[in-house]
T-cell receptor, first 113, second 113 residues
């Protein structure tokens, strides 16, 4: 079945450091891929998405590229801020976010001032 | 627009009891999905409701049931509660269609003692 594997956390960075959170997936067909963010005490917010191979999703300085050849969707940001501290989830869905979505276990990010 | 609202925010139940959680979708959305998020884990898909019927279901026992009302709001019912049912229960709404975005509520924290 479909699955998502993302790097374990926590990841601790200093402000303005470069961020990479690795995500790989297993799926039949051509799923849509997502990154969600969860701030303390809150639900999930969609951060970015990509619906086909080679698409690049981007938002708030974060970006990720749908790589079908390596079945990956790594999240990157060039300069993190303290306010980026949260848990990040990689996810996939066969038909888009409105349908059954498979989530990774999440990666907690701490950014120090 | 109030977004997705869930009630209650927190709940404590005793093992063996039954619980009902409620969700009001974002305005304009007709599809509601429920997820269970155990501590430190990613959300797990329970089921999805569309047009007042269960359309998709994840790997959860029949103790988990739901309902969708004509106004698109939804309930999640869990019978014969187990300690392992303690989790954050998230509701997500979307409108029906391919590659749509799901919006999540803040969740209901259920503790079974």
């Amino acid at each position: 079945g479909n699955s998502v594997t993302q790097m374990e956390g926590p990841v601790t960075l200093s402000e303005e450091a470069f961020l990479t959170i690795n995500c790989t997936y297993t799926a039949t067909g051509y799923p849509s891929l997502f990154w969600y963010v969860q701030y303390p005490g809150e639900g999930l917010q969609l951060l970015l998405k990509a619906t086909k191979a080679d698409d690049k999703g981007s938002n708030k300085g974060f970006e990720a590229t749908y790589r079908k050849e390596t079945t990956s969707f790594h999240l990157e940001k060039g300069s993190v801020q303290v306010s980026d501290s949260a848990v990040y989830f990689c996810a996939l869905s066969d038909r888009g976010g409105g349908f059954k979505t498979i989530f990774g276990a999440g990666t907690r990010l701490f950014v120090k001032a | 627009d109030a977004g997705v609202t869930q009630s209650p925010t927190h709940l404590i139940k005793t093992r063996g009891q039954q619980v009902t959680l409620r969700c009001s979708p974002k305005s304009g959305h007709d599809t509601v999905s429920w997820y269970q998020q155990a501590l430190g884990q990613g959300p797990q898909f329970i089921f999805q409701y569309y047009e007042e019927e269960e359309r998709q279901r994840g790997n959860f026992p029949d103790r988990f049931s739901g309902h969708q009302f004509p106004n698109y709001s939804s309930e999640l019912n869990v019978n014969a509660l187990l300690l392992g049912d303690s989790a954050l229960y998230l509701c997500a709404s979307s409108w029906d269609g391919v590659n749509t975005e799901a919006f999540f509520g803040q969740g209901t924290r259920l503790t079974v003692v």
